[in-house]
């Protein structure tokens, strides 16, 4: 019997069997949960739906995080599906390319804060508030996905980590929210990993190469050892955790800037 057996996961963010979206997707799957997809547009419809298939699941809803309409459209279809919703899984982010190059007062426009905040902050809380109702009475979890840039100032990270840094609080509030109707939010921050939305970010192979020379366990993590730690965290195993940021990065978070000699 899984850790997730019985329960229902609803799965925001996969673009391709190298995110990490896909890693929690597959673990929580292996610990028994079933699952259903969103997808942003038509171009990615048909690749979600296969992933879906993949998963055993016949469920893959659109959703533009961007639009209000299609937040609520996603859990009235998925209403139709399921009388109740244990699980949300949020890992979606988006910064122009422009903003992540150089400087970050040389690079930071009004219109791409906002944005960046807007698709990869404010996101969590209007799924959590649209999945609300169908999570109370549950034991329910809501999980994002952040990362170190969220409180170091990190090369070529720029508005991204600004916007994380929104997303960690707004995790916070939202699990202060919610866990009088015993709803738990969490995150994980996970290390560097050569996902689609990482190769937007300069100088990513020779970061993944510092954090692999450095790190305590010396080697960078997987997409599905992230998964392992999704499921435990959105398990009753994790119960009594809410209101936490989980690092799995091989420990590199625990280091000095210089690494360890």
Same mark, same amino acid.
């Given at each position: 019997?899984?850790?997730?057996?019985?329960?229902?996961?609803?799965?925001?963010?996969?673009?391709?069997?190298?995110?990490?979206?896909?890693?929690?997707?597959? $673990?929580?799957?292996? *610990?028994?949960?079933?699952?259903?997809?969103?997808?942003?547009?038509?171009?990615?419809?048909?690749?979600?739906?296969?992933?879906?298939? *993949?998963?055993?699941?016949?469920?893959?809803?659109?959703?533009?995080?961007?639009?209000? @309409?299609?937040?609520?459209?996603?859990?009235?279809?998925?209403?139709?599906?399921?009388?109740?919703?244990?699980?949300?899984?949020?890992?979606?982010?988006?910064?122009?390319?422009?903003?992540?190059?150089?400087?970050?007062?040389?690079? =930071?426009?009004?219109?791409? !804060?906002?944005?960046?905040?807007?698709?990869? @902050? !404010?996101?969590?809380?209007?799924?959590?508030?649209?999945?609300?109702?169908? &999570?109370?009475?549950?034991?329910?979890?809501?999980?994002?996905?952040?990362?170190?840039?969220?409180?170091?100032?990190?090369?070529? !990270?720029?508005?991204?980590?600004?916007?994380?840094?929104?997303?960690?609080?707004? &995790?916070?509030?939202?699990?202060?929210?919610?866990?009088?109707?015993?709803?738990?939010?969490?995150?994980? $921050?996970?290390?560097?990993?050569?996902?689609?939305?990482?190769?937007?970010?300069?100088?990513?192979?020779?970061?993944?190469?510092?954090?692999?020379?450095?790190?305590?366990?010396?080697?960078?993590?997987? =997409?599905?050892?992230?998964?392992?730690? @999704?499921?435990?965290?959105?398990?009753?195993?994790?119960?009594?955790?809410?209101?936490?940021?989980?690092?799995?990065?091989?420990?590199?978070?625990?280091?000095?800037?210089?690494?360890?000699?």
């Amino acid at each position: 019997m899984g850790l997730l057996t019985g329960k229902r996961a609803l799965i925001v963010g996969v673009a391709s069997n190298r995110s990490i979206a896909w890693g929690i997707a597959k $673990s929580m799957r292996r *610990e028994g949960a079933e699952l259903a997809f969103t997808y942003q547009n038509e171009k990615l419809r048909g690749r979600v739906e296969k992933f879906a298939g *993949e998963a055993g699941s016949e469920i893959a809803l659109p959703c533009d995080v961007a639009e209000d @309409a299609a937040i609520s459209n996603v859990f009235d279809r998925l209403s139709e599906h399921w009388p109740h919703l244990d699980i949300l899984v949020h890992s979606v982010a988006f910064a122009d390319r422009e903003l992540l190059e150089g400087d970050y007062l040389g690079s =930071i426009t009004r219109e791409g !804060y906002l944005r960046a905040h807007e698709i990869s @902050a !404010y996101s969590f809380a209007a799924l959590g508030k649209a999945a609300r109702p169908l &999570m109370q009475g549950r034991d329910a979890a809501m999980l994002t996905l952040t990362y170190i840039g969220a409180v170091r100032a990190m090369p070529n !990270y720029n508005v991204m980590g600004v916007a994380k840094a929104s997303l960690e609080a707004n &995790m916070r509030y939202m699990a202060a929210d919610l866990g009088p109707e015993g709803i738990r939010v969490n995150a994980i $921050s996970a290390g560097p990993i050569r996902t689609l939305a990482a190769s937007g970010i300069k100088g990513l192979r020779g970061f993944l190469n510092h954090v692999e020379k450095v790190s305590p366990l010396r080697r960078n993590v997987t =997409i599905e050892e992230v998964g392992d730690v @999704a499921a435990f965290l959105c398990s009753d195993y994790a119960s009594a955790v809410t209101g936490e940021i989980t690092y799995v990065d091989c420990g590199y978070n625990a280091t000095g800037s210089d690494g360890l000699e």
